[in-house]
């Protein structure tokens, strides 16, 4: 079992080899207005660190890709590069696009498996900062923050690192190896982690103060999944899919058993919803042993929020796709799900349905907020933030980043976020330790 289990969640993108990674950095035609640069929503130096592989400078190309990014190999592999710095690329007009992607993978895996001299720190003097949750945002400001001189421990709360990237990501898309490495180069910058330590319950953020933090940070995400309702939502069967990959996950782990993961082999299965995660949540159902697994979404294929090759990977490994449909009620036979009425097109129909996965987005946990004074947010829940200094609370000296502060986007673009709250913890604390002088 063990064999089979692993030998269907391998990594499906294999990564260029050495000589087919600086054969397409030679591709680049080094455009003197590089449209993949505004294209990426961190603005990467694109062009410059695939000038440094064409002439085999990995160092140097690692060099440039760290003045914006903590997770170059994270990134490299999930980041929606048809939308962003490959869809902007002037090749693509001619279905040619650099393979930016693959080749900030090559790059950071290569220093990954070689071990490249690590860039000279600073000491860790500036100011103490804390950060709670080791997701993208989280990671992105203790990062930033190493390389500046601060102090910075990160708090959380699951006994294992990583947040989504961990947790809510396939093993297929994103290996686990690949985030574990990427979470020690944050630590060799000389971040602390703290972990299964609940903020909110084992320690709260006026606690962080009194132990002498200058800053606090808030990179929790989303934690919350929304609910659907419709009569039945509530049926054993139904469940939200960031939990069903987060239990894959876990078992892949060996932390739990098969019989733990909510999914049985040959089951009936529907997912409603059609973002990303939406589509994790399929195809890791038909690695799971799904008999059948089709999507559900109230609107066309053109409106689907889920990138279209993850869409298409999908299709090709079986999964079925119902649009314009939606769920009208969910039938059960003593307490457990057994159909699903759904209105399509051709008019309303029920079919037999053994399990449910929801993907209709989430919103965050109010546990943080709720043992804090003085932390306001919005209507939806959403932690309202200042633009100076950028990411600050209502709270002083409380910032705040990433899914917690929006709504739920990608690891880019909460990294994006981040560096920008970063810069602005930078300069509350330069001008607290200012005036304390």
Known sequence: ??????????????????????????RCLNCKNPLCVKGCPIEHDIPGFIHQLSMGNVGNALQIINEKSNLPAICGRVCPHEKQCEGHCILNKKEQRIRVGKLERFIADFDGEMGLIREKLPQKNRGKVAVIGSGPAGLTVAGDLARQGFNVVIYEGEQELGGVLMFGIPKYRLPKSVVKREIEKIAGLGVTFIT??????????????????????IGTGTAIPKSLSIPGSDLVGVVQSSYFLRM???????????????????????????????????????????KNVSVLYHKTEA????????????????????????TVELIGKRKRLSEITIHTPEGEKTIPADRVLLAIGSRPANRIVSTTEGIEVNDT?????????????????????????????????????????????????????????
Not at 303 to 326: C, H, I, K
Request: hydrophobic share 40%; with cysteine.
């Open 1 to 26: 079992m063990q064999e089979s289990k692993d030998l269907k969640f391998e990594e499906i993108n294999e990564g260029f080899s050495a000589k087919e990674a600086i054969d397409e950095a030679k």
């Open 196 to 217: 299964h330590c609940m903020v909110g319950k084992d320690i709260t953020v006026d606690d962080m103060f009194d132990r002498g933090f200058d800053a606090v940070f």
């Open 248 to 290: 894959v996950n876990l078992y892949q782990n060996e932390s739990i058993d098969r019989k733990d993961v909510p999914l049985r082999v040959h089951d009936e299965v529907f997912v409603i919803g059609a973002g990303n995660v939406a589509m994790d949540a399929a195809r890791t159902a038909i690695r799971m042993g799904a």
């Open 303 to 326: 409106d689907m929020p889920a990138l279209r090759t993850e869409y298409e990977e999908a299709v090709d490994e079986g999964v079925q796709f119902l649009w314009n449909t939606s």
């Open 381 to 437: 829940g959403y932690v309202i933030t200042k633009e100076r200094p950028y990411g600050m609370t209502t709270k002083k000296g409380v910032f705040a980043g990433g899914d917690v502060v929006h709504t739920p986007q990608t690891v880019v673009l909460a990294m994006r976020e981040a560096k920008q709250v970063a810069k602005g913890i930078a300069q509350f604390v330069d001008a607290k330790k200012l005036l304390e002088e």
